[in-house]
């Protein structure tokens, strides 16, 4: 049965009204005043001699990936993982749009057509841990993958200057990519478990940063400062052809 309330009250038939605006401050995550601070654009020589350009996302281009990644989910692109991370990138990318998500950050990768090739997010756990979200390549066999890869880390250590970098993966791919490649090492399991869907957390050090990835991968690190003919073609990127790229693995 339902209470009654144990005393007499003033209020209008027994309910409270809430403005919108007292929720939204409970809802809405803080921002870390450290994610002001500026990603500066860089450019990756990658596969048959391409540039690919890396810089901090707008809404805009938010919402321009959100439309790649709806279109790999619709058309149920399963090989690799594509489905499940797909779904996931867009379910995070639509909670920063929402402000529903804790400290994220969007970087995304255009190459020098112009094309939408990579989106990259990760967000701050605190000032000392950032958490490797996602990294989706809409072009494939470019060389985009690791280098957008590294991009999150780059902003994570050198700029906002983090200790340790959490990642976890879905893929076989992913993993090569996120932990073989950059010697990751493994917190104990299950003590550790990452957001990801409570799988194993993997993590770098700013050590391991300094002393071996950056020397490791000069050239997937890229170079600064970006051109500026590519800057002005990397503005408004446009659209993958995400059935072209992955027609392959469409269901017919």
Known sequence: MAYSPPVPTTLKDNKLSFLANWIEGILRPPESPLLKRPYEPKVVEIRGGRKLIIRMATEEDIKLALKALKKMIDLEISVDFFDLVAARTYAELLAKLRKRIKDEWVQIGILDDGTLASVINARL???????????????????IGFPSYLAKMEYAFDVLGVEEWWPTFESYYGFRMGAIMPAAMQKPYPEYQHELGGARVFYNTKEQWETYIKPSFKKELGYRPVPSELLKIAEKPKLPDIEKEFEAFIKK
């Open 125 to 143: 756990w605190n000032e000392k841990i950032a958490i490797s979200l996602h990294t989706i390549v809409f072009v494939r066999q470019g060389g």
